[in-house]
């Protein structure tokens, strides 16, 4: 049974009779709160930053460099290394993607910076967040079995350094560190 309420008001000699259903009203209104609402949630959900979401906008810019290591050239690349300390965290990683942003535009790294800034860590534990005359260093990971499954690194300043680096695969933190280490030129052999 429909809830129909009248409605009658006279405007001069012409009468008018108006008939509102309520439950089409209230119906009405549910369904527009609610596009409004999904719509304001996916309009923050684009301000928020994530690795992806960094890689699309900016790898495109003139001057950017951007490497993507697939999982097939982590797996050739640990044939070529051999017996190389290195090797070891390769087993364990299944790909790197690095976007430099050194040489583009001061316009394009403060873009890039507040992008970093709104970095959305949805899922993510916040490992470092350092900051030092200007530049920025934010590390974040996904943690799985006491393994990294993710490790999302931004560097960032106004108009310095501007980067990201995203690694894939189940390996712990003292392995890539001792992969650095080994890097140093005051530790190699």
């Given at each position: 049974?429909?809830?129909?309420?009248?409605?009658?008001?006279?405007?001069?000699?012409?009468?008018?009779?108006?008939?509102?259903n309520l439950q089409q009203l209230l119906m009405k209104r549910i369904i527009l709160f609610l596009?409004?609402?999904?719509?304001?949630?996916?309009?923050?959900?684009?301000?928020?930053?994530?690795?992806?979401?960094?890689?699309?906008?900016?790898?495109?810019?003139?001057?950017?460099?951007?490497?993507?290591?697939?999982?097939?050239?982590?797996?050739?690349?640990?044939?070529?290394?051999?017996?190389?300390?290195?090797?070891?965290?390769?087993?364990?990683?299944?790909?790197?993607?690095?976007?430099?942003?050194?040489?583009?535009?001061?316009?394009?790294?403060?873009?890039?910076?507040?992008?970093?800034?709104?970095?959305?860590?949805?899922?993510?534990?916040?490992?470092?967040?350092?900051?030092?005359?200007?530049?920025?260093?934010?590390?974040?990971?996904?943690?799985?079995?006491?393994?990294?499954?993710?490790?999302?690194?931004?560097?960032?300043?106004?108009?310095?350094?501007?980067?990201?680096?995203?690694?894939?695969?189940?390996?712990?933190?003292?392995?890539?560190?001792?992969?650095?280490?080994?890097?140093?030129?005051?530790?190699?052999?």
């Amino acid at each position: 049974m429909k809830a129909l309420h009248s409605v009658a008001f006279a405007i001069g000699a012409t009468q008018i009779e108006i008939r509102i259903n309520l439950q089409q009203l209230l119906m009405k209104r549910i369904i527009l709160f609610l596009l409004i609402s999904i719509l304001s949630l996916s309009v923050t959900s684009h301000a928020k930053s994530t690795a992806k979401s960094l890689f699309a906008e900016f790898s495109s810019e003139s001057g950017a460099e951007s490497v993507n290591i697939s999982p097939f050239m982590i797996k050739l690349s640990r044939l070529i290394a051999g017996n190389l300390p290195e090797t070891e965290i390769l087993k364990q990683i299944s790909s790197v993607k690095v976007l430099d942003l050194e040489n583009c535009s001061a316009d394009v790294k403060s873009r890039f910076a507040k992008r970093a800034a709104d970095f959305s860590a949805d899922g993510m534990e916040e490992l470092i967040n350092a900051s030092e005359n200007g530049e920025k260093v934010r590390m974040f990971t996904i943690n799985r079995d006491n393994l990294i499954r993710k490790l999302v690194v931004l560097c960032y300043s106004v108009n310095g350094e501007c980067c990201v680096v995203e690694i894939n695969g189940k390996f712990n933190l003292d392995q890539l560190d001792s992969v650095y280490n080994s890097q140093k030129p005051n530790h190699r052999n």
